[in-house]
């Protein structure tokens, strides 16, 4: 635990989008052309200081930003261990961090004059940020959503479409995610003139994992200074959930330079170890079973599949870690031992939520529990100098179905 580790300098993909192995860019010839056009603007967006200015009053006066630090003195006491600060993402409007990025793309929308924004979603959350910042720019809106996720996320089907956006029900296949994915893939071949595709996490072709990494990066850069402003030293230890990763490299980001910053990613770890039961692809050091790289969705990273490369059915109660792929760049930072990458269980999940609730007064989301869980398992064996950083990626309220049932 008092180990250093190996600074990395903050990642730049190279030019073909590649982190060591992994990322790249696997897409039909017809995408090309638009993903080559979204990293010019992207790089010509990230030059122009008038970009930054419009994002960073958007992410201020709209979202909420800057979100707090804030020490947990109570759940410091009650584990006994690390002081721990909570990176307060779950106050941002909308409930997650996800709106840091949706501005973001929804702003490059608007620089390549397209006027309509297409994405894809799960539970809803991603679906419900891009309406909402849909609706801020005036941009239409089309959300492709399996109709297994729209009958068990109604609420946020319904907020969606209260937003002005169009949701569009996917019937085929396991009529969930990945399903949503291949329907909002054909509308953008089809549309790509007119609609930019609003990727949700560090995942796809590049350039979008490293544009969604840019747009969140603003979360470890605040809670860089804030911990500095208020310990005048770095922590020893940053947590975070990881689904495609991008609340994670987003606090990761302004730290890989800091030799002695650890960094913990946690993953869903389901109900169990074998293929089919968990989403966790990096965790392997934990028992398990499953990821090796492959492609998935435009990029080479871990991927859960079957001996013979089938894409694996994937189980979490949370939502939003319930994903067969991660990141290319967490996948680098694995094979680097820069990030450790572990995984909790559902029921770990659900009781670090109800310890946050009853001993801190927050209601976490499901995904942010898992992080939760990891550092209340390890907070009690660490020292009391010892400082620790959560990432608190979003609120509970969409959960609080699931989570009645444990209470
Ligand atoms: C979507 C979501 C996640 C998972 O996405 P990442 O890209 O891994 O951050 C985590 N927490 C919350 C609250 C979410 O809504």
Known sequence: MSSTVVPVDSV???????????????VPETLMAPLEELERVYADASADPAFHAQLDTLLHDFAGRPTPLQFAARLTEHLGGARIYIKREDLLHTGAHKINNCLGQGLLAVRMGKKRVIAETGAGQHGVATATVAALLGLSCTVYMGTEDM????????????????VIGVDSGSRTLKDAINEAMRDWVTNVRTSHYLLGSVLGAHPYPQIVRDFHKIIGEEAREQILAREKRLPDFLFACVG??????????????????????????????????????????????????GVLQGTYTYVLQTADGQIATTHSVSAGLDYPAIGPEHAWLADLGRAEYTAVTNEEAIDAAKTLARIEGIIPALESAHAVAELIRRAPKMRKSEIVILNLSGRGDKDMETLSRYV
């Open 12 to 26: 730049v993909p190279d030019t073909r989008g590649r982190y060591g192995p992994y990322g790249g860019r696997y």
């Open 151 to 166: 009958e068990r996320q109604r609420l946020n089907v319904n907020r969606m479409r209260l937003l002005g956006s169009e």
């Open 244 to 293: 495609g990763g991008s609340n994670a490299i987003g606090l990761f980001n302004a730290f890989l330079g800091d030799a002695t910053v650890k960094m913990v990613g946690v993953e869903a770890g389901g109900r169990g170890k074998s293929l089919g039961e968990h989403a966790a692809r990096l965790a392997t050091a934990r028992g398990f079973s499953g990821a090796r790289p």
